[in-house]
């Protein structure tokens, strides 16, 4: 078992890292809850919500609301039954929420409990790979048609309980999704990391690496939400990839891709515009070459409008005024922000689509 704590403003959390220690849940908690609400989603529960369920044996009170799995739950129709549930088994202050699975049911079961009653504790249970970023940093939210996670606010978890056994189940889309915020964290700090990753292909990935890759994520996530929780600064450097792939996740329509796959698309149009104004080497040719190896879904972008995916940046939480601010690197491990001119957003859009797309 491996552990990392984090330091939030409100209070320290611990991040623990095991196999099968979704069974051991109550003697990992802090305090004695007495009513704890499951929320977890209808694929994850299929798994995972009974092993979880049956390790209360002290006689709180279990309940437990299942959403629907995908993107497309993280909605307000889906926060309001929540909600209900809430009410429905009335939590109270001292009540807890685990929130069981990928990072949908994190940013979900996580902004449920950070309004409810004006907030009670959550635990996150993450149960996938790109989940080592979702339940660390306490960023919870929903999605509006207009933008991803437009509805939120800066809520920490008590304690991230990560049970790597259940890494086993996801599909290979899901551990490729997973990997581009893996990638993400490696472009943001290290580039000996990020040159042992661009030889991985995720069909042979061993399990040691992969358990060496979160731990390394997850310190790369918490050593900068330490220093600035709220985003007001370096924060939004975690955003490297993002302002395209939330783009182009709200114009396909919520779960038309998966939020991995689009951040790894919108890694790679960062990073072209990160070498027009840096003579760095990003490694964008060995970058491209790892996409296509793993199957990444390139050919998306044949079918989306520059244009339109432009407007949809101005949805960013980083735009300011609609001028779009752009997450850059200025080498591997050097990322800055640099507000960005619209028409040199939609000549590169239009050229990675081009390239990429149609190749
Ligand atoms: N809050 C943050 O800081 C943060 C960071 C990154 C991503 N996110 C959000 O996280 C979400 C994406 O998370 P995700 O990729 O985990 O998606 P997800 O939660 O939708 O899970 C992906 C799919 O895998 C299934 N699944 C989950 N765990 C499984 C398991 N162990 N075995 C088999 N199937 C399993 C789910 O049912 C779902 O179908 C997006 O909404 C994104 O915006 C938030
Ligand atoms: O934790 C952060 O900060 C991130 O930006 C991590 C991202 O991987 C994550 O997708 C986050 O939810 C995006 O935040 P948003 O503020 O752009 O919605
Ligand atoms: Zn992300």
């Known amino acids: 078992m491996k552990t990392l704590q984090i330091k939030a403003t409100t209070h320290e959390y611990e991040v ?22 499951i ?3 209808d694929q994850v ?18 309940h437990t609301a299942v959403v629907p799995s995908g993107e497309a739950s993280k909605s307000m129709e889906c926060y309001e039954q929540l909600l209900d549930a809430c009410t429905t088994h009335q939590l109270d202050r001292r009540s807890l929420i685990i929130a069981l699975g990928g990072g949908m049911i994190g940013d979900l079961a996580g902004f449920t409990a950070s309004t409810y009653l004006r907030g009670i504790d959550y635990i996150q249970v993450p149960t996938t790979i790109l989940a080592h970023d979702s339940s660390v940093g306490g960023k919870v939210a929903i999605n509006h ?9 800066f809520f920490n978890p008590q304690k991230v309980v990560y049970d790597l056994e259940t890494i086993a189940t996801l599909s290979r889309k899901e551990i490729r999704s997973g990997y581009g915020e893996v990638i993400k ?32 994520g997850i310190q790369v996530k918490a050593s900068i939400v330490e220093k600035d929780e709220k985003e007001a600064d370096i924060r939004q450097y975690l955003n490297l990839g993002h302002t ?16 991995g796959e689009a951040v790894a698309l919108g890694l790679l149009y960062a990073l072209k515009l990160s070498s027009r104004k840096s003579d760095k080497d990003l490694r964008v040719n060995d970058y491209v070459n790892w996409l296509r190896k793993n199957e990444y879904p390139l050919d998306l972008l044949r079918g989306l409008d520059a ?8 949805w ?11 997450v850059l690197l200025d080498g591997v491990g050097h990322p800055y922000v640099q507000a960005m001119d619209d028409s040199l957003l939609l000549n590169e859009l239009k050229c990675v689509i081009e390239e990429v797309g149609n190749g």
């Open 16 to 37: 623990v890292l095991g196999e099968g220690i979704r069974h051991r849940i109550p003697e990992m908690l802090e305090k004695d809850y007495q009513s704890i609400l």
């Open 39 to 41: 929320i977890t989603d």
């Open 45 to 62: 529960s299929d798994y995972y919500l009974e092993d979880v369920r049956q390790s209360f044996t002290g006689g709180q009170h279990v």
């Open 145 to 153: 048609p207009r933008g991803k996670n437009l509805i939120g606010s």
């Open 185 to 216: 964290h490696a472009f943001l700090s290290d580039v000996n990391w990020l040159e042992s990753l661009l030889d991985v292909s995720l069909d042979t990935l061993t399990s040691r690496q992969l358990e060496e890759d979160l731990y390394r």
């Open 244 to 259: 395209l792939a939330h783009a182009i996740e709200s114009e396909l329509g919520y779960g038309r891709v998966t939020h």
């Open 307 to 314: 244009e339109k995916l432009v407007d949809r940046m101005k």
């Open 316 to 326: 960013d939480k980083k735009t300011i005024g609609r001028q779009i601010n752009f």
